[in-house]
């Protein structure tokens, strides 16, 4: 029941994407966000959809599959379409009932925004689908290596991003067994009303937080026992080295940017409204 | 009473990555008052075999009746079927989580609509059952030793009166004497209660000592479906799939090999040694 969710999971598959360096995905994918708010036209819109369409095809991951990791966050969306058409009020009138109007600029924002909004999650979760949690925490630690200089605990907050990536699926595994060996025994879940329902969660919480605890003091133990003190001299096993592709990968990043960049400002598409 | 499985198929995470085909054409019949023991290699499909049983998890095809009642059908009480069919998971102490003993245990019957005094008597009753001391009732379930706490957890189970009880390895992580001390329970129950038992584990030993029966797990598929005697007879191909059979059956079919004239079949050490002696006697 909760292995449904998606987002921000690592989808195994060989792909080119998979392949590439974590810091290389990272930089892309920060560049992508900000690429998607550059621009104001249909022509930044085009190229952003051919950009994306063709690194989705080139990671191997379903479509069906990165379609379900938007599912948590479709409230979220129709919110925002619906506060853009509903609350925006520039341009002329295209429609109105009593005091409900939509403009052409609540419109305009409102099917920009929602595009954004999808090519976002779209963007960011096709770093997770295609990178493992482990090597975007290497990736996190050694592009901010420099802050290290500035007394920034790098290593720490890395270790600390990665054994909490670590423990999402077990914790996961652990909830599913615990909810299931306490229906077993007769526990209702879903019937009651919310106050009835939080305190249902009683039988669930208390054994998930002690075992989090129980793994954690686990957790601790065996790294003390095997000699961990922290980020200072240690060495890593596979190092991350930038190769050719990396440097072509950025290349194209670089390229694209400047792209949506130059045609999405002075070329503008006008289609209608948009 | 009866549980009946029809060509059950169970496949995990469908349409992901990670699909696997967790159990393939499952069919069996587990009847009243029988002592089941189920066995197969770590990822053989057992676990989530039993899983079925209470309708936890939902089979991708196939069928199970209980009593003859499709489980499955639309308005079917699986709650009143969770009461009857009993399952303690791997490790059922992990599930503990009341602030006494007495009141873990009360938390199955408290969830059947009985009444404060009725789900007290079950508790105690229960945990008379597996042993546990009445001056561990109001003490935090916590506090108690690892064998203790598995007990409670078990009597939480058993305090619901089931007529069908479902063991997912529970001697795991415990010492010899711990497994011993709950497995002879489980017996004692299982002949003075009536109770159905149905014992998963991945020790040949632990089995061949209670069942009656022994289904062998491979691959998500039934391999073997019979008396222990005759499961072990096959030794060699339960090698085969990582099981191999009690030591004594290695014993006796090397005696019989060296010319001794035995049954193989013995399935504790004591009934070994008394073929041992019919042997020793038959040939001089």
């Known amino acids: ?274 | 009473m009866s549980i009946r499985l029809e060509n059950i198929q169970y496949v995990y995470s469908q349409g992901t990555a990670y699909e696997k085909q967790a159990l393939r054409d499952i069919n069996l019949q587990i009847n009243d008052g029988e002592f089941l023991g189920i066995i197969g290699h770590t990822g053989s499909g057992k676990s989530t075999l039993i899983q079925h049983l209470n309708g936890l998890t939902k089979a991708t095809s196939g069928n199970i009746y209980f009593n003859d009642e499709s489980i499955y059908q639309s308005g079917y009480n699986l709650k009143n079927l969770r009461n009857k069919v009993g399952l303690v998971f791997q490790y059922p102490e992990h599930q503990l989580f009341e602030e006494t003993v007495l009141k873990d245990v009360c938390f199955g019957p408290k969830n059947q609509g009985l009444t404060e005094e009725e789900c007290e008597k079950r508790a105690k009753e229960a945990l008379e059952l597996v042993g546990i001391a009445e001056e561990l009732y109001i003490r935090s379930p916590f506090e108690l030793s690892g064998g203790q706490k598995r007990r409670v957890a078990i009597a939480g189970v058993l305090a619901m009166e089931p007529d069908f009880l479902v063991l997912d390895e529970p001697t795991a992580g415990l010492d010899p004497r711990g497994r011993d001390e709950i497995l002879d329970q489980i017996f004692y129950l299982h002949q003075r209660k009536e109770l159905a038992v149905i014992l998963v584990s991945h020790s040949m030993e632990d089995i061949a000592k209670y069942a009656g029966r022994i289904i062998v797990m491979n691959r998500g598929k039934v391999l073997y479906d019979d008396e222990p005697g005759k499961v072990f007879s096959h030794y060699k191909e339960l090698e085969k799939v990582g099981l191999g059979a009690p030591q004594i059956t290695y014993v006796m079919n090397e005696l019989k090999g060296k010319g001794l004239p035995v049954q193989t079949d013995a399935r504790t050490v004591e009934d070994a040694a008394k073929e041992i002696i019919k042997g020793l006697k038959r040939k001089s």
């Open chain 1, 1 to 274: 029941m909760i292995r449904d969710i998606t987002i921000g999971q690592y989808y195994p598959a060989r792909s080119i994407l998979h392949r590439l360096d974590p810091r290389v995905k990272l930089v892309s994918t920060f560049l992508y966000l900000i690429s998607l708010f550059i621009f104001q036209s249909i022509s930044g819109y085009i190229i952003v959809t051919i950009f994306l369409g063709v690194v989705v095809s080139l990671s191997k991951v379903p479509l069906s599959y990165i379609m379900r990791g938007l599912k948590p966050i479709l409230i979220l969306l129709l919110v925002t379409i619906c506060f853009n058409l509903f609350l925006t009020r520039t341009g002329s009138v295209l429609f109105s009932i009593g005091f409900v109007k939509i403009t052409e600029g609540g419109l305009r924002s409102a099917v920009y925004m929602g595009i954004r909004l999808i090519y976002l999650i779209i963007g960011s979760s096709l770093m997770t689908f295609t990178t493992t949690p482990n090597e975007l925490t290497d990736g996190i630690e050694k592009l901010f290596k420099p802050l290290q200089k500035i007394k920034v605990p790098v290593h720490e907050v890395a270790m600390i991003m990665a054994i909490a990536l670590r423990f999402i699926p077990i914790l996961l595994d652990e909830t599913d067994k615990i909810m299931k060996a306490q229906i077993a025994r007769g526990a209702d879940l879903e019937s009651g009303n919310l106050f009835q329902k939080a305190k249902a969660m009683i039988p669930i919480l208390v054994p998930l937080f002690i075992s989090a605890f129980r793994r954690a003091t686990d957790l601790a133990m065996a790294m003390e026992s095997r000699g961990y003190h922290g980020g200072e001299g240690r060495t890593k096993m596979k190092p991350l080295a930038y190769k050719k592709r990396d440097y072509y990968a950025y290349l194209i990043m670089l390229f694209y940017v400047v792209v949506i960049f130059v045609i999405g400002r002075y070329y503008p598409l006008r289609i209608w409204i948009f």
